[in-house]
């Protein structure tokens, strides 16, 4: 049986990115082949090749254009891709060709809380200016809107009165790499 391909888009530090590598290192079914940066000197870049994933990094610019990215995740049989932790907007024609199998987290309970400039510390900002009781991550397909696409999952976390924005950047996180492997997982096996 082949194997199903993953590709990993991330820009930073990359902990849900090693964490779905280690995740699905002996996988019967699932592999992830290649990590895709648009930052050379992301520590997310080191980490991957140090665990044997090969690494393809793209200027802003190739990256937007999507065609090369496209020649290169079709060159290795990609089946899915998975934005862990990736800022840049994915290009129409990359969509396109990957059609609800491109899969993101985002740190919010979407629809709250998402969209463009919402990621990291600026979603815990907002949630916490709000008042907000609970937060939490939100695991969907992506489409053309930023953080619009088919909710697979949320999983939530409660609020205390002194939460500031890294212990809620801890909670989150928590649950990241709790349940981000296993909706991949469950979603590329079934989709």
Known sequence: M????????????????????????????????????NKADAPVVAKAESMGIEVLIFTNEEFESGLTVLQELDYRAIDWIILAGFLRKIPVNII?????????????????????????????????????????????????????????????????PTDTSDSLAEKIHALEHKHFPIIVERTVLTH
């Open 2 to 37: 082949n194997k199903k391909s993953i590709a990993l888009f991330a820009s930073g530090n990359g902990s849900n990115a090693v964490n779905l590598i280690h995740f699905f290192r002996n996988h019967a079914q699932i592999e992830v082949k290649l990590l895709v940066c």
């Open 96 to 160: 396109r060709g990957y059609q609800n199998r491109i899969m993101n987290i985002h740190p919010s309970l979407l629809p709250k809380y998402g969209g463009k400039g919402m990621y990291g510390r600026f979603v815990h900002e907002a949630v916490i200016g709000a008042k907000e009781l609970k937060s939490g991550i939100s695991i969907h397909l992506v489409d053309e809107e930023f953080d619009r696409g088919e909710i697979l999952a949320q999983f939530e976390t409660e609020l205390t």
